[in-house]
């Protein structure tokens, strides 16, 4: 059977690796944040445990193949994960007050906001949410997506800066 292992010490979902590996730290990846319900790899690092990205990480072609680990989602965990997302919209009055609303609407939690404004006339606003899984996102996504005045909406991965 796969041991079962926190994502960090003391919270975060529960991740299986393969192998049985016990007491060994997994840390979720800062670049991808993957989610349950994401297609997620383990890499086994050096001296820091197993790292978890999503399957399709930008940085998981830079992995040692050697070094991948078998990896899957406990489903019974629910403990919410951050996630960031972009949306881009018409610049006018109250549709941050929409977005926002929206998001809260699908019981997710908006731990940051950031707004600006582009020469266009479009406004690009990020929300660091948290949220409970990939099916979950994809709700709050499809949500966002139907406020009129809303071009894209997007997850975004974190910047190599």
């Known amino acids: 059977a796969p041991s079962r292992a926190p994502a ?8 299986r690796v393969r192998g049985g590996a016990e007491d060994v730290l997994i840390r979720i990846a800062r670049c991808c944040s993957p989610l349950p319900g994401d297609k997620i790899l383990g890499f086994i690092t050096r001296g820091r445990g197993i790292s978890v990205h999503r399957a399709d990480c930008v940085h998981v072609h830079e992995m040692i193949p050697e070094r991948r680990i078998e990896v899957q989602w406990d489903e019974g965990s ?61 709700r709050i996504l499809n949500a966002l997506e139907r406020i009129q005045g809303v071009y894209s909406v997007h997850r975004v991965d974190a910047r190599p800066w």
Do not use: M, W
């Open 78 to 138: 629910r403990a919410s994960r951050p996630v960031t997302v972009e949306v881009v919209c018409v610049d006018r009055p109250g549709l941050l007050a929409n977005l926002s609303r929206s998001i809260t609407a699908e019981d997710a939690n908006i731990t940051k906001a950031q707004v600006y404004t582009t020469n266009d006339a479009k406004a690009v606003s990020t929300f660091d949410l948290a949220v409970k899984d990939a099916g979950h996102l994809k």
């Open 8 to 15: 960090k010490p003391g919270e975060g979902p529960i991740v």
